[in-house]
């Protein structure tokens, strides 16, 4: 979306440009050459403008762009354990609350340039970068709704846990897919005279979200001094641990690459095969996680290059991708997980049914990736996709494996380690995988499909280095006096 910004004693103007994706990352903004004709400066809300289209507009959107990523990307990763270990101190439903406020203020920076240019450099969009990757990114809210999930799953139900996190990824997916569209749609209906209702729609949104989990959404953790439980955990994972004398150890806590210690509990130290099914069930998610995240962009490329598609074309494609996606998570998921319920003989750690379902979201999201390869038309292209979407299916499951593995009290650690995993995939994948179909567009363009489906190959067979049936000491330990009775929530808030 373009905003026009006539300023004085020059005939130039300023378009913003700033396109929501998932996890709230912008495009950025960029700043047209001066017209001599003032009547050509005018950009016409969802129609194709020239003056936009020129080298230096696109330089410095792409500039812009590879800064915002990064600065986002990079704070994603080192703040996403922070805010799990914070969520197992002080509650899922105050770290989401914080984390999406944060969110809050990156969308007011945004609407505060477009609305008063002359008050607000633009390189005040860089503190909305800052506060976007404060917040963790879309990452961390699957991260804690997650946690969540395994919070409200007694442990003699762990085997259902699948279902409810299958629930909530669709959620997500059916976000990404009417997301877009809606988006659009609110976009146009501004038309010139409107160009910021579609940000304007989104903070009310966003607003309303945080609104909804303060005041609705029960707390998951149950905590006996009604603030904290720093008896559960060891100091350095809260605020008030901080002191400006001990600046370096607080750092060294936080270290995010400390924290991926957490996916080798103390409590597995004795038990060799848990901890080895921690570390696998992690590779496997974030290997199937950056294969998703690499090809996003690439399968819009593609068929653009190869089957001429339009951005039409290219957005019905993603948005039955997406739709896919969502149908696998809420309806297949559930109903493998009814029909094989008989067999699962395991409620705490990995089970068969666990690993089954794993490997054959995995093996079907290897023949989608060959078959977008090998795919003749565009209408094989999308059958391809349909069938590789079915490896969203494994994302939810090994997180599910992986949260058998940890009690209440650090599984937000645990899912947290996992969420700086996804977004170091989320940061080098795309990197690499535009890198590589860059040299390769005039000779294989296709190639970078291949990739994929060797990383898909490489997840599934670690699948077969896990044990099914281990369980940790945690899992082993929680009794049903530790299972949390959602009626009783009200009474605890």
């Known amino acids: 979306m373009s905003v026009p910004e006539p300023v004085a004693g020059n005939n130039s103007s300023r378009s913003v440009a700033r396109h929501m994706g998932p ?3 912008s495009t950025g903004m960029m700043e047209a ?7 050509s400066m005018n950009i016409v ?3 194709h403008n020239d003056q936009c289209s020129i080298a230096e507009v696109e330089t410095a959107t792409a500039i812009l762009s590879l800064w915002g990523n990064l600065i986002t990307g990079v704070l994603g990763a080192i703040m996403i354990p922070v805010w799990g270990r914070l969520s197992d101190r002080y509650g899922r439903v105050k770290a989401l609350a ?3 406020t944060m969110t809050l203020v990156s969308q007011v920076i945004d609407i505060l340039i477009a609305v008063l240019p002359d008050v607000f450099h633009i390189n005040w969009i860089y503190l909305g970068f800052l506060f976007e990757g404060l917040s963790g990114t879309f990452i961390l809210i699957m991260a804690l709704g997650s946690a969540y999930a395994g919070d409200c799953t007694p442990i003699s139900q762990r085997s ?10 669709g959620s997500m997916y059916f976000g990404m897919a009417v997301g877009p569209v809606l988006g659009g749609l609110i976009g146009m209906s501004g038309g010139e005279s409107r160009p910021l209702v579609i940000f304007g729609t989104a903070l009310a949104m966003n607003t ?3 609104v909804y989990i303060l005041l609705v959404v029960p707390e998951s953790l149950c905590f006996t001094d009604g603030k904290s439980s720093p008896s559960i955990l060891p100091q350095g994972y809260g605020f008030s ?6 600046m370096l150890e607080f750092l060294q806590r936080i270290n995010p690459i400390r924290g991926l210690r957490s996916l080798t509990l103390a409590e597995t130290s004795s038990n060799p095969p848990v901890r080895r099914n921690l570390i696998h069930f992690a590779a496997v998610n974030t290997l199937v996680f950056a294969t998703a995240m690499s090809g996003m962009n690439i399968m819009m490329l593609y068929p653009e290059y190869i089957f001429k598609w339009d951005n039409q074309a290219s957005g019905v494609f993603l948005s039955s991708i997406n739709i896919a996606r969502t149908t696998a998570l809420v309806l297949l998921l559930p109903l493998a997980t009814w029909a094989f319920k008989r067999f699962v003989t395991s409620a705490a750690g990995p089970d068969s049914l666990d690993l089954l379902l794993i490997r054959i979201s995995i093996f079907a999201g290897t023949i989608g990736y060959i078959g977008y390869a090998i795919a003749p038309t565009g209408a094989l292209f999308t059958l391809a996709g349909i069938i590789a979407s079915l490896d969203s299916i494994s994302l939810a499951v090994s997180e599910a494996a992986l949260s058998k ?12 380690a996992l969420g700086f995993l996804q977004a170091s995939a989320r940061i080098l994948g795309p990197t690499i995988a535009n890198l590589i179909y860059s040299q390769t567009i005039q000779r294989a363009p296709n190639l970078v499909f291949w990739g994929f489906s060797v990383i898909l190959v490489i997840a599934g067979f670690s699948t077969f280095a896990s044990n099914p049936g281990r369980r940790s000491n945690v899992s082993n330990e929680e009794t049903s006096e530790d299972e949390i009775d959602l009626e009783g929530y009200s009474s605890l808030r």
């Open 23 to 25: 996890g709230g990352l």
């Open 33 to 39: 050459p001066s017209r001599t004709n003032t009547s």
């Open 45 to 47: 809300i969802g129609e």
């Open 98 to 100: 914080a984390a999406s």
């Open 160 to 169: 259902v846990i699948m279902g409810n996190l299958g629930l909530l990824h």
């Open 208 to 210: 309303l979200g945080v």
């Open 241 to 246: 641990d901080f002191r400006p004398g001990n």
């Open 405 to 416: 593995f940890a009690g209440r009290e650090n599984i937000g650690e645990v899912l947290g």
